[in-house]
């Protein structure tokens, strides 16, 4: 059985008071039910010592929206996984569609960056997702399967099973629109037979989340299905009781 999983990714959003007021407000609306999800936010990295300090105590956990495909050096405003790691992440999203479409992050750089995330002992969250054309003339699955494997081809063996994946049409992120349970399945259904592809049973142990425009009142029918195992979160993750609400729909408790 795969655990369910939930991320918050927060984008470029927050301010110290606001984010004191979230951080409180989730983990006091937080109950042991949701010990049965894996929890975890991605502020801005500014913000991560003041998140690792709010949430210590808690079962949420922490993970970054990107990292450097590169260990340390001379590379002016970015941010290591090694420093990632010691601000107490476990999850670091990668590859994110913003990423790629607005700052040209490429496929082998995803990659790169899937390394860079293993060797410091945190988990990867590869995003791979189509766009509206690609999606209109029926290269959805084809898209998003070589986004995939661009990644799985570079990572170790022994590591594969530690990916998570995250399916996140583009024509779906932060537009109100989402695709359907049936459409997000239909997708995730061929992401699994690509890791399968790749290696025996890696189908049953990889996580693979929905992501675009989650929200309290879309997460079950979304869940329900056999082969999403939980979401990626923009929008409603800076409203601890939407989030609360999408975690506890991973746990099947809504
Ligand atoms: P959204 O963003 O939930 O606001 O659509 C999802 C994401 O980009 O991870």
Redesign the pocket.
Known sequence: MRKALVIG?W?MNGRQDANEALLNALTSGYDNKLERVDVALCPPSVYLAQAQSLLQAGSIELGAQNVCADVEGAFTGEVSAGMLAEFGCRWVVIG???RRSLYGETDAQVAEKAKRVLDAGMTPVVCVGETLEERESGLALQRVQSQLRAVLEEVPVEHLAELVVAY?PVW????GLTATPEQAQEVHRALRDTLAAQQVELDEKVRILY????NAANADALFAQPDIDGG?????SLKADDFLAICRAAAGES
Do not use: D, P, Q
């Open positions: 990714n984008k994110h569609s913003e996140e779906a992120i932060g537009t992501g675009g425009s989650v990626l979160i923009g929008g409603a």
